[in-house]
């Protein structure tokens, strides 16, 4: 999630990607899961999104999104 925020506020994008990994990491400590599971989940992650990146229909989505973000922010 955070990198799909990023691409609709790239102002915040550091930061999103910043609460991402301070929240699996408090995962980690609270004994949900193990360090493992966090960076399978990170793996799944950049290979989910490589197809979104690759999808017509969520380019489309993508878009429409950003428009809306940039029409709100007027």
Not at 21 to 50: F, K, N, S
């Amino acid at each position: 999630w955070a990198e799909v925020l990023a691409q609709l506020f790239p102002a915040h994008a550091s930061a999103l990607r910043a609460r991402a990994v301070e929240i699996a990491q408090h995962r980690v400590i609270t004994g949900m899961h193990y360090p493992a599971d966090v960076a399978g989940g990170r793996a799944l992650a950049y290979l989910t999104l490589g197809a979104l990146w690759q999808s017509e229909r969520f380019q489309k989505d993508l878009q429409a999104a950003r428009a809306e973000v940039a029409a709100k922010s007027r």
